[in-house]
């Protein structure tokens, strides 16, 4: 796709190509308007061969698939990660924050797991339900109907299953469960806890004629050749491009403030060109901020005048307040009924075919919030890391550790696919002192004033995690499998990921309806500025134990269709 | 490394890192390399990851001393079998040569795990371990590969050997040769429809009626889906 360099006013600048950017830019394309996109870093299409590392065997790296480069190796599709070179963010000593940005078109949709969860009733108002944090000021039946048509335009597997908190949609079929999913559901009921289908993003059944079908290689996480996968860049801009022909890409654009005139209303965003420094602006009647929470409220914080001395929009002082992730944690254990297993294609969609959603929420816990589980395991690619220690695993056997020669090849094959995991995925609680600000001293190399960021853990998380390590216990004794390592005390957080690594921090500008205590209203605009949107996370009140791709598509499709009204009724 | 310092050893030239660390004069560079064995020119990579890639294939950081004894220690850890090839017929000894380059941290855990073989092998038998005979280097192995075995005087040893293996089971088992020899039939286009009935019956496992009625039926994927008000799929 042509880089355009033009000067034109557009109707939308939107700025962020990923979940958010990329729904908005296809919603307001398709309503007759003319947007850019601002996006950060280069182009990115899997389905040519330059970008490609779907299908590629371990060797065609030469790190074998490890993470030199990206976070989550080779093969993974997102560029970037927690480090990027010339691009740092800083941390208030004795907090912990870790910011993973991936600077390419489509953005972090390229490398997410593609589970795709709508946020239930008891979601939007826990304060409701358990006295703490806030309520967002919409609820589920705001939400639905673009839930469903987020289900039918990029398609999501799933079954129906009439949970109260796990609302059910247009799903596509399920795939069966593979050999260690069967022996979780076995061991899960056993404990007490419920299984089902997985909810994921990816094509079990043909969609449209955009769009293939899975040939299940397993390997979503390096985005599809076929599309059959959902990324922005795939299955949102490219699409809007072609039947519009009013979407223009600026790419290697760093945005760096929104513009506003003597009135304060935003005209335009100026960027930096990555590719000869040099600063340029595109002029919009509108401007929609889908950067991801925290760039989000960097560019704001960063768009100081004297309308807005605070930053555009933060006359309430909490851009970047409330900044949450959710919380992590997980274990794996050893499987003795799939050693020396027969061995055959299980690769299946990539990522898991079963899952348990948060099962406790009348029950009486020590801790507010619920968290799912997500399974892994299975006879995945032999890639880097492959054999690394296997033959410590003789040791639940009281065998012989290490040696050298054919002993070592049987080990090899002997555990291969016997190891399943489980990972802990769960709702934190927002607060007020968990956020990011701009450093006064430390910016990036465009000179662009970078992050900092103040985050600390609340006992609720810690809880929270220690409950979720018994019943991983609770669930590997049900199966009959080993659990590997030491169960997390209280010295490490019950095994607590610092926050960030999750990779769904959200909340930096809440929605509310008093714009002393929100910085956008319940359409994403801002209150301070009629004319400036947020479309991607920064907008939740509280991130759910669900991933927030779904809701942050399903919010961006109700505030861009918001946004065509308010301009057709000259509002804007 | 950084790509800042790798461009400083660039230039340095024929006197690369490993002069730099040992202070005299290296007998590096003429052993095969891993882009020599394999084509990296595409595997998705961005402009900056191309450009730390040729940096690497550039760079030399093992000796031929240290890439003779690594190669000799790989085909210990794997020799051939009937029906499968070497460690070095595998080429792990050029990925561990890459590897040393990719993954900074590794570099000291060679440089001195192989020095301190080479001390140890000189006490006991008066060589280099490379030197040694095939038996000789069989009873060091045998007194460092098995960590339960560790004394104070071998712990470096075991702690090399267990880097060096698990380095020459990854190298070896992400190649063609090690897929074949483990079995892997993976990473190809199919159609996913459940596990095998033998899989099931010998793990005395099966699907339930209530479970698979939700699963994909495979005949009609093709099909475009269609749902009716409640969202029932009806195609």
């Known amino acids: 796709m042509e880089i355009i360099k033009s000067r034109k006013e557009y109707d939308a600048v939107i700025v962020g190509s990923g979940a958010g950017g990329g729904m908005s830019a296809k919603i307001l394309a398709e309503k007759g308007l003319n947007v850019a996109i601002i996006e950060a870093g280069p182009y990115f299409d899997p389905a040519q061969d330059k970008y490609r590392t779907q299908l590629r065997p371990s060797w065609e790296s030469p790190r074998r698939g490890s993470g030199s480069t990206r976070a989550f190796g080779d093969f993974d599709a997102a560029y970037g990660g927690w480090d990027i070179e010339g691009e740092p963010y800083t941390k208030t000593e004795g907090t912990d924050f870790g910011w993973f940005r991936s600077r390419m078109l489509g953005g972090r949709t390229n490398h997410w797991g593609r589970i795709s969860l709508r946020f239930g009733p008891l979601d939007f108002k826990r304060k409701d339900w358990d006295g703490i944090g806030d309520n967002w000021p919409i609820g589920y039946e705001d939400v639905k109907p673009y839930y469903d048509r987020v289900d039918k335009m990029i398609g999501v597997f799933g079954s129906k299953e009439g949970i109260f908190n796990e609302p059910d949609g247009f799903f596509l079929p399920p795939p069966k469960p593979r050999l260690h999913e069967l022996y979780y559901i076995k061991g899960a009921r056993k404990a007490g806890i419920p299984v089902i289908p997985s909810r994921l993003s990816i094509l079990t059944k043909r969609l449209n004629n955009n769009r293939g079908v899975c040939f299940y290689c397993g390997q979503c996480n390096r985005a599809c050749q076929i599309y059959a996968d959902f990324s922005a860049g795939t299955c949102l801009i490219f699409p809007a491009q072609k039947s519009t022909g009013r979407i223009d890409l600026y790419l290697n654009a760093m945005a760096k403030e929104v513009l506003t005139d003597g009135n304060g209303k935003a005209t335009a965003v100026s960027y930096i060109n990555k590719d000869d420094g040099s600063e340029q602006e595109i002029k919009a009647k509108v401007i929609v901020l889908g950067a991801s929470a925290c760039s989000t409220a960097r560019i704001l914080l960063n768009s100081k005048s004297a309308t807005h001395p605070d930053g555009l929009g933060n006359s309430s002082g909490l851009i970047g307040r409330y900044l949450h992730d959710s919380t992590g944690t997980g274990r794996a254990a050893l499987v003795p009924e799939l050693m020396n297993r027969k061995i055959y294609n299980e690769d299946g969609v990539g990522g898991m075919h079963i899952y348990t959603p948060w099962w406790l929420n009348k029950e009486k816990l020590d801790f507010p919030r619920g968290y799912h589980l997500e399974i892994w395991g299975g006879m995945g690619m032999p890639s880097y890391g492959i054999g690394f220690d296997t033959t410590y695993l003789n040791s639940y056997f009281n065998e012989t550790v290490g040696g050298y020669g054919d002993k070592l090849r049987d080990d090899v094959k002997r555990f291969f696919g016997s190891v399943m995991g489980i990972s802990v995925r769960g709702e934190s609680v927002p607060q007020f002192d968990n956020y990011c600000e701009i450093d006064p001293e430390v910016k990036d190399k465009w000179g662009i004033p970078v992050l900092r960021f103040h985050y600390k853990w609340t006992d609720y998380e810690r809880l929270q995690a220690r409950h979720a390590h018994e019943t991983l216990e609770n669930i590997f004794d049900a199966m009959g499998a080993i659990p590997m390592g030491d169960k997390p005390g209280a010295d490490t957080d019950y095994g607590l990921a610092p926050p960030g690594l999750i990779i769904h921090e959200v909340g930096t500008t809440r929605m509310g309806d008093d714009p002393a205590s929100s910085v956008t209203n319940r359409y994403n605009q801002l209150h301070d500025a009629d004319n400036v949107f947020v479309v991607d996370a920064g907008v939740f009140v509280s991130q759910a134990d669900k991933n927030p791709t779904w809701t942050i598509m399903a919010l961006s499709i109700r505030a861009s269709e918001y946004i065509v009204d308010q301009l057709q009724k000259q509002n804007l | ?235």
């Open chain 2, 1 to 235: 490394m950084d790509r800042r310092e790798s461009i400083k050893t660039l230039l340095l030239g024929a006197l690369g890192t490993s002069a730099l660390i040992n202070g005299c004069a290296p007998d590096h560079g003429d052993h095969r390399k891993l882009q020599d064995v394999y084509n990296f020119d595409s595997y998705g990579r961005t402009t900056e990851e191309k450009l730390r890639d040729a940096d690497l294939f550039a760079e030399n950081f093992f000796s031929d001393h240290e890439i003779e004894t690594v190669a000799i220690l790989c085909d210990l850890i794997l020799p051939a079998t009937d029906t499968a090839g070497s460690a070095s017929d595998a080429h792990v000894p050029e990925f561990i040569d890459f590897m040393v380059k990719d993954a900074a941290s590794l570099q000291g855990d060679f440089r001195t795990g192989i020095r301190w073989l080479d001390g140890y092998s000189k006490t006991k038998f008066g060589y280099d371990f490379s030197l040694i005979t095939e038996a000789q280097k069989i009873e060091i192995l045998d007194e460092i590969a098995y960590p339960d075995n560790a004394t104070d005087e071998n712990q470096a040893g075991i702690d090399f050997f267990r880097t060096i293996r698990n380095l020459t089971l990854t190298g070896y088992y992400t190649t063609q040769m090690g897929w074949d020899d483990l079995g892997y039939v993976g990473n190809r286009p199919n159609v996913w429809d459940g596990i095998p009935e033998e899989v099931l019956n010998e793990h005395e496992l099966e699907y339930e009626p209530e479970w698979l009625a939700k699963c994909v039926d495979q005949t009609k994927h093709n099909i475009t889906a269609e749902w009716d008000e409640d969202g029932n799929l009806i195609t």
